[in-house]
C-alpha cells in the first residue's frame, strides 16, 4: 500500500514536445505530491508539488495533473528542451507518515 | 554556502575498511535524511534524524551507523560493507517533518565496494 508506481521507465521526446510521466498510489492518506528532477551527477531537486485539493499546478513549462478518484498524478513538460534531460521521480507522503515514498524514476531524453 | 554539501563524492573501499560519509547542511533544517539510491529501484530511506534524536531505522544493516552531532551535520559510518552496498549515498534535509516540507538533496557519495 505504500507503492508508487511510475511509468514510463523511460522517454524520449523531440524538442518542442510535449513530456508525459504517470503515477499511481494506492495508499488514500497520502495528501503531498511532488516531483523530483535529478541531473547525472547531481542529487534530486524538488521541481514542483501538489496537494490534492487542486487538480492542476502549473509553474511556467511544468504542470502536474491529479486525478483523486483514479489516485493517479502525472508530470506534463510542454515545450520540452534537451536542457531538460534527467530523471524525474514521482513521490507521496502524507497522513501519519511524513516519509516519502518514491517511484522508480522516469529517465526523459529530449532530443534536439 | 547554501544548500546540502556531502562529502566524499566518491569512495572506493574494501568489504573490510572503516569510512564515513559527511553531510553538511545549509539551510538552518531541523530534520536530515539518509537514502540509498540504486539503479532503476526507488529511493530507499535508511535514516531519519529529527533534532538531533534518531526518528527512523528502516531495518538498515548495523554495519551502516549514522551519527547526528548537531542539526546542521549527518554522518554515516562504514564498516565491512557487502558488494551490493554499492550505490549512491544520498543525504537531504527539511525544515521538519511533516508531510509537505519539502526535502533539500545534497548531490551524494557514490560508493563502490570492491
Known amino acids: 500500500q505504500q507503492q508508487v508506481k511510475q511509468s514510463p521507465q523511460s522517454l524520449i521526446v523531440q524538442k518542442g514536445g510535449i513530456s508525459i510521466i504517470n503515477c499511481a498510489y494506492e495508499?488514500?492518506?497520502?495528501?503531498?505530491f511532488p516531483w523530483y528532477q535529478q541531473f547525472p551527477g547531481k542529487g534530486p531537486a524538488l521541481l514542483i508539488a501538489?496537494?490534492?485539493?487542486?487538480s492542476e499546478k502549473k509553474e511556467g513549462r511544468f504542470t502536474i495533473s491529479f486525478n483523486k478518484s483514479a489516485k493517479q498524478f502525472s508530470l506534463h513538460i510542454m515545450d520540452s528542451q534537451p536542457g531538460d534531460s534527467a530523471t524525474y521521480f514521482c513521490a507521496a507522503s502524507g497522513g501519519s507518515n511524513y516519509k516519502l515514498t518514491f517511484g522508480k524514476g522516469t529517465l526523459l531524453t529530449v532530443n534536439p | 554556502e547554501t544548500g546540502v554539501t556531502q562529502t566524499p563524492r566518491h569512495l572506493v573501499m574494501g568489504m573490510t575498511n572503516k569510512k564515513s560519509l559527511k553531510c553538511e547542511q545549509h539551510l538552518g533544517h531541523n530534520a536530515m535524511y539518509w537514502y540509498k539510491q540504486s539503479a532503476k529501484k526507488p529511493l530507499e530511506l535508511m535514516f531519519v534524524?529529527?533534532?538531533?534524536?534518531?526518528?527512523e531505522n528502516n531495518s538498515v544493516p548495523s554495519r551502516f551507523s549514522p551519527e547526528c552531532p548537531n542539526s546542521s551535520h549527518l554522518f554515516l559510518h562504514l564498516h565491512t560493507l557487502q558488494p551490493e552496498d554499492s550505490a549512491l549515498y544520498l543525504c537531504?534535509?527539511?525544515?521538519?517533518?511533516?508531510?509537505?516540507?519539502?526535502?533539500?538533496f545534497g548531490d551524494g557519495t557514490r560508493l563502490s565496494i570492491l
Open positions: 537531504a534535509s527539511s525544515q521538519d517533518r511533516a508531510t509537505n516540507q519539502p526535502q533539500h
Open positions: 495508499n488514500t492518506a497520502f495528501d503531498y
Open positions: 534524524y529529527s533534532l538531533e534524536e534518531r526518528v
Open positions: 501538489i496537494r490534492p485539493d487542486v
